[in-house]
């Protein structure tokens, strides 16, 4: 009897005893082609060794020192990487364990700012239907996964929502695809009219949605209009980039490809590519300076956060993505998984959609491509094509949701960025086997 209590509770889960390059390996010798990075973590594979060198330099120099006592030359190193390689000013960098950490600090970041200078009215969030910013109260508060709120809802703070940027969805057939943008970014400004602007502290969203719709990304301008609305109100807006960021997309941050600077991005997953659990904020100059001469501290923390060990092995993984050119491979393999998955899916009768960005793609089943109809959430065609893969030796991320009122469901590939030629093909091999096999045993 296994006493972890496991999220899945009756689930009866394969031991993960080793990994190498892209592959996971379980107690029984069988080999997992990591088609998902986990959950769109483990972006350098398993077993670099330039990473495990990196940890264990820096586990026999120094395992921990308490923040509130030092700081500590990897996180200084790293933050300096960060700093560099951001967008703009985001000079500043907030060292936490996980996404959700980092969707939290970023929210009373935002707070605390406006507090700091003198508009404490300014206290509520907006974000978008079809989110998922982390599970902890503060972040599960700004999320707009029903399955994941609702029981949880009468502990929890609401948010005030828009609808998400999902042009496969909702593009009307008379507009182009900029004018919906447009269209769906003007739902901030009516939002913000309705709560008064002086009451807003920010607005939250990914660039390229991951978790609730499967590597949706926003159409071109969406962004720009959603940044030019934030200036106009005086709204901070926070990006979550904890699953699209950290080269995923093809660039180092998702935002870079629609051209703005938000105030505050959120970092995790792909950070430490699951070498170590480690998150960040990273924070625009104005802001760290208005609480640096304001109060003089930010009132939030943890234990681990700037953990020695966690910061070097995330700034080895970025180095070596650096070095390596790892983002041309990404923009190279993406061409490759788009094309063979086009190939292999465009006339498939239960596939309505394939979309992302770089190496992060979504495929959205549908149960009639012409009418775009869901399947229906009971099928659980999600949970059949995990398994088939799994049993077939391939991670893959399937999931079911509802997005903006409607059932839903989806595959989410994100393949290391040191995923070659050979590996495409046998992902994609692998997911149509998946992929078929359910759909026999469902009808
Ligand atoms: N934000 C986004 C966009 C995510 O996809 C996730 C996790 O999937 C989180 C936040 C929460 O991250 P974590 O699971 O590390 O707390």
């Known amino acids: 009897m296994s ?7 009756h689930a009866n889960l394969p031991t993960a005893t080793g990994g190498h390059g892209i592959y996971l390996t379980d107690q029984n010798g069988n080999q997992y082609l990591d088609g998902c990075c986990g959950a769109a973590v483990t972006s350098l594979g398993y077993g670099h060794p330039r990473v495990i060198d990196a940890v264990q330099k820096q586990v026999q120099d120094m395992t921990f020192a308490h923040t509130g006592f030092f700081t500590s030359e990897p996180a200084e190193q790293l933050a300096e990487f960060l700093a560099i390689n951001a967008p703009g000013t985001l ?3 907030y060292f936490t364990s996980g996404g ?14 406006f507090l700091e200078i003198g508009q404490p009215s300014r206290h509520l969030y907006i974000t978008r239907r079809q989110s998922y910013h982390g599970n902890t109260l503060g972040a599960l508060g700004v999320g707009g996964n029903q399955w994941r709120r609702e029981p949880f809802a009468a502990i929890m703070t609401d948010a005030h929502y828009i609808d998400p940027c999902y042009a496969y969805r909702d593009q009307h057939p008379n507009e182009s695809e900029f004018e919906y943008g447009q269209r769906m970014a003007n739902q901030l400004e009516e939002k913000l009219r309705e709560l008064g602007p002086e009451n807003v502290a920010a607005f939250v969203a990914e660039p390229v949605v991951g978790a609730t719709a499967g590597a949706v990304p926003a159409v071109t301008g969406y962004l720009k209009r959603i940044r030019e609305i934030c200036d106009q109100y005086g709204v901070l807006l926070i990006l979550d980039e904890v699953m699209c960021g950290m080269g995923r997309t093809g660039t180092l941050f998702a935002c870079e ?3 703005i600077e938000p105030d505050l991005i959120t970092l995790a997953k792909g950070l430490g590519a699951g070498y170590q659990p480690i998150g960040a904020v990273m924070v625009q100059q104005r802001i760290f300076d208005a609480i640096s001469s304001g109060t003089g501290f930010f009132q939030h923390g943890h234990t681990y956060m700037g953990h020695p060990v966690a910061c070097a092995a995330a700034l080895a993984v970025q180095q070596t993505i650096q070095d390596d050119q790892l983002l041309n491979n990404v923009k190279q393999m993406s061409t490759k998984l788009f094309n063979r998955l086009h190939h292999t899916f465009s006339d498939h009768p239960y596939i309505g959609d394939i979309r992302g960005r770089g190496l992060f793609v979504g495929i959205e089943l549908v149960a009639d491509k012409d009418s775009k109809q869901p399947l229906p959430i009971e099928s659980s065609i999600h949970t059949a094509i995990k398994a088939e893969a799994m049993a077939n030796g391939l991670m893959c991320y399937p999931m079911s949701g509802t997005i903006n009122g409607r059932d839903g469901h989806h595959i989410l590939l994100a393949p290391p960025f040191i995923i070659n030629d050979t590996q495409i093909d046998e992902l994609v091999d692998k997911l149509e086997i998946a992929v078929n096999t359910s759909f026999k045993k469902l009808h």
């Open 3 to 9: 006493h972890v209590f496991h999220r899945h509770c």
């Open 91 to 93: 000079n500043k960098v």
């Open 100 to 113: 959700s950490e980092s969707v939290e600090a970023a929210l009373k970041m935002a707070r605390q700012y």
């Open 257 to 259: 490809q629609d051209g």
